[in-house]
């Protein structure tokens, strides 16, 4: 398994395996792929990187985009959409995605990263909820974040507007 940047020619396959990982999963109006096409259109993709296997096959994805707080760029970035195919979930891709995906928004210089998912999972990450960063909407738990700096914002956090896609 290798981690690389999204490169052109990677869309179509980014978007089959985001389709076919939210296909059963919980929480999903199956919009994610339409997302990551509009935040690539957007140039809102920060960050994109796919996990191939040892065919070169593309099976997991990740994308990291600019969020804000109470409407202001503060440095922050929204983890997600993130997808594994399901045949090859449970070996590390995603664990990998993710570490590898923060690794390179702390060289970008971001300040953090939020997530909105399973507290289980992410918390694995270090992720947390607190009380001062919220994204309304959904039950507090489920929104976490991650300083990079060691500050916390405090705030209403907003995705791009690319989540808004159908
Ligand atoms: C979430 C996802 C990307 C994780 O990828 P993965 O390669 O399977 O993850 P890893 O192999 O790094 O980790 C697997 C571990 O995480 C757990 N896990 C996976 N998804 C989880 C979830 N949603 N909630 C809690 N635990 C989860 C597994 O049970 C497994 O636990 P174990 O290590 O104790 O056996 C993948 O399951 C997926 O594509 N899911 C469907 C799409 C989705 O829900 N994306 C996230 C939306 S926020």
Known sequence: MRIRTEAPGDEDAISAVTEVAFRNAPHSDQTEAAIIVELRRAHALTISLVATDADGAIVGHIAFSPVTVNGEDQGWYGLGPVSVTPT????????????????????????????LGDPAYYGRFDFRSNDALTYPGVPSEYFQALSLTGTMPAGVVAYHASFNAK
């Open 88 to 115: 090859c979930q449970g070996q590390g891709i995603g664990r990998d995605l993710i570490n590898d995906g923060i690794d390179r928004l702390r060289a970008l210089g971001a300040r953090g990263c939020v997530v």
